[in-house]
Nanobody, 112 residues
Framework: QVQVVESGGGLVQAGESLSLSCTVS????????RGWFRQAPGKEREFVAGIGWDDGNPFYENSVKDRFTVSRDKAKNTIYLQMNSLKPEGTAVYYC?????WGQGTQVTVSS
């Protein structure tokens, strides 16, 4: 059974940083990239960043690519999302995804 668990959300002020973690337990094929999505109130879930599990290549949504960094630790079966220079529009529930599996989400709130 695959479980996806995020952690690290919280409340920060605009311009500050926050780091999220996502640990996957259970077997998931390494061909699948792992990624971060977010859903703001009243909006659809959107892609934020992802990373190839085998090659470690990152990819980003354009609005975050200069401020966010996605990374992985294969030994810990964990991916991270370092978010710098956060903006109020970044307020959302952030979800981790691999294949068809989703975490429960972690709330990030950015105050202006």
């Amino acid at each position: 059974q695959v479980q996806v668990v995020e952690s690290g959300g919280g409340l920060v002020q605009a311009g500050e940083s926050l780091s999220l973690s996502c640990t996957v337990s259970g077997h998931v094929s390494s061909v699948y990239a792992r990624g971060w999505f977010r859903q703001a109130p009243g909006k659809e879930r959107e892609f934020v960043a992802g990373i190839g599990w085998d090659d470690g290549n990152p990819f980003y949504e354009n609005s975050v690519k200069d401020r966010f960094t996605v990374s992985r630790d294969k030994a810990k079966n964990t991916i991270y999302l370092q978010m710098n220079s956060l903006k109020p529009e970044g307020t959302a529930v952030y979800y981790c995804n691999v294949d068809n599996y989703w975490g429960q989400g972690t709330q990030v709130t950015v105050s202006s």
